[in-house]
């Protein structure tokens, strides 16, 4: 819910860029399917595992149409997991298993880790929307993750504000070239349709931005809120509820991941009214045109 090098570095330094992925996730599966070819630029070199990509979302509107769509090319087989439904099949010719992590960091943490450990993703997507902090983003706009922190988290004065304790980072750096896949998904939609959506729906045109998203386990909704936020971390761009506990988790056990939000508030006092009317008039619909194109290349 509500470019540049990609590396995350933490307070004391520590590089948390999720190089060398590819062998722990190696490790973690056990072996890679056999029969696999070529080279898949998510790992960094490594074979073609043809593993699922994990797509998710904190809310059903965020996810579109996709589970319909998987329905209507592969059909979908459900499998219920610590209390949530997991829908596998193939969707745009992408194999993949889409679920809703529900709201907050601790919900998103633990649907991400079922992802990995139950599901053996190769690597995950998250996608919703978010409540705008930079001042050039507007409502409309789409924000696709460099880097992703926890706002709210603070150990001091035994550990750095922000840092996660034990780990020495606070920023999580998405995977490069997932990042790149999504963000190219999301120019393409806005090249192709963002002026048609802007009229439908009365907003700006959409700008797609590249930068820091933060997390914190609540809806921020106030000027004095966003005011903290820029006071705080002036590079911030969105704020929303999981997705740097998403990062936190796939980099700690080498997992590719990638984090797209489209700007339904501007996180002020407006902002409730305004996340339930994007909600249910928009985000489906951004969400549908952005997986759809970045499913597609990834096929191709």
């Known amino acids: 819910m509500s470019a540049g090098g990609m590396s995350g570095v933490g307070a004391n330094g520590a590089d948390a860029t999720g190089s060398g992925l590819a062998t722990v996730s190696a490790t973690r599966s056990g072996s890679v399917a056999a029969g696999t070819v070529g080279i898949d630029p998510?790992?960094?070199?490594?074979?073609?595992?043809?593993?699922?990509?994990?797509?998710?979302?904190?809310?059903?509107?965020?996810?579109?149409?996709?589970?319909?769509?998987?329905?209507?090319?592969s059909g979908v087989r459900t499998i219920t997991h610590g209390q949530r439904d997991y829908h596998l099949g193939t969707v745009h010719g992408a194999p993949c298993v889409v679920t809703l992590a529900r709201v907050g960091k601790v919900a998103a943490a633990a649907t991400v880790s079922a992802l990995i450990h139950a599901f053996d993703v190769?690597?995950?997507?998250?996608?919703?929307v978010a409540g705008g902090v930079g001042t050039e983003v507007r409502?409309?706009?789409?924000?696709?993750a460099n880097a992703l922190m926890q706002h709210?988290?603070?150990?001091?004065?035994?550990?750095?504000?922000?840092?996660?304790?034990?780990?020495?980072?606070?920023?999580?750096?998405?995977?490069?070239?997932?990042?790149?896949?999504?963000?190219?998904a999301c120019e393409r939609f806005v090249a192709e349709e963002g002026?048609?959506?802007a009229a439908r729906f009365g907003t700006r045109e959409p700008r797609v931005h590249r930068g820091l998203i933060i997390s914190g386990d609540q809806f921020v909704a106030s000027a004095s809120g966003v005011k903290a936020l820029r006071d705080a971390l002036p590079d911030a761009l969105a704020v929303e509820m999981e997705g740097a506990a998403i990062a936190q988790v796939c980099y700690e056990y080498?997992?590719?991941?990638?984090?797209?939000r489209t700007i339904s508030?501007?996180?002020?006092?407006?902002?409730?009214?305004?996340?339930?009317?994007?909600?249910?008039?928009?985000?489906?619909?951004?969400?549908?045109?952005?997986?759809?194109?970045f499913l597609e290349a990834r096929r191709a």
Not at 122 to 128: C, Q, R
Not at 269 to 291: C, K, M, R
């Open 139 to 144: 409502v409309g706009d789409i924000v696709v």
């Open 42 to 73: 998510i790992r960094s070199g490594a074979p073609v595992s043809h593993r699922p990509l994990g797509i998710l979302a904190a809310l059903p509107q965020e996810l579109g149409d996709l589970i319909d769509a998987m329905r209507a090319e």
């Open 254 to 260: 080498g997992v590719p991941c990638a984090v797209v």
């Open 152 to 184: 709210d988290l603070d150990a001091s004065p035994l550990f750095p504000r922000f840092e996660v304790p034990l780990l020495g980072v606070s920023h999580f750096a998405a995977n490069e070239a997932l990042a790149d896949q999504l963000a190219a």
């Open 265 to 293: 508030d501007t996180a002020d006092d407006h902002a409730p009214q305004s996340f339930v009317s994007f909600l249910t008039e928009i985000a489906g619909t951004y969400s549908n045109a952005i997986l759809t194109r």
């Open 195 to 197: 002026a048609a959506s």
């Open 122 to 128: 190769e690597a995950v997507v998250f996608t919703g």
